[in-house]
């Protein structure tokens, strides 16, 4: 769900997944977990998706903006539900969404994330920089109508 913009999306990235799981399983050599392997193939089922529908303009690079952000998250998430904060994740523009996943719960670094999308290493930078920017203004207006309206949680 992370990596798509709704939940048909999110099962057609998984029907791809689990076909090339089986296509691929005699290449499995025990060197590693299959969890991993699987997860592996998973995500490279969502960079597919992506770079397939590349009708996504990735954003340029804006280092001011990089400097701005940089060390300006809260941890105010412990008060949401997981739910909660994987909308805000699905609401990031696909480009966005796609660094931030990577980065964030993939543990790739800016320049594996450059090799896979095809864009440099400053726009992965920067493209994480503005899904964080988001997803802290969406996380702060959450955060005010629950404070405002606390009925609404």
Not at 68 to 80: L, S
Not at 117 to 132: F, P, Q, Y
Request: zero cysteines.
């Amino acid at each position: 769900m992370r990596y798509a913009a709704n939940r048909e999306e999110a099962e057609e990235i998984l029907q791809e997944g689990f076909l090339k799981v089986f296509e691929k399983i005699e290449q499995f050599r025990s060197a590693g977990s299959f969890e991993g392997w699987v997860r592996r193939i998973m995500v490279n089922a969502a960079l597919e998706r992506f770079r397939t529908k590349r009708k996504v303009q990735v954003a340029d690079v804006d280092f001011d903006k990089l400097n701005e952000t940089a060390g300006m998250e809260e941890d105010i998430t412990g008060k949401m539900e997981t739910k909660e904060l994987l909308e805000m994740v699905q609401t990031l523009p696909p480009a966005y969404r796609l660094v931030f996943n990577l980065y964030v719960f993939e543990g790739m670094k800016h320049r594996e994330i450059a090799s896979e999308l095809g864009i440099s290493e400053g726009t992965s930078k920067s493209n994480l920089s503005d899904a964080r920017l988001l997803l802290q203004k969406a996380v702060n207006r959450r955060m005010q109508t629950v404070t405002l309206n606390p009925a609404s949680r």
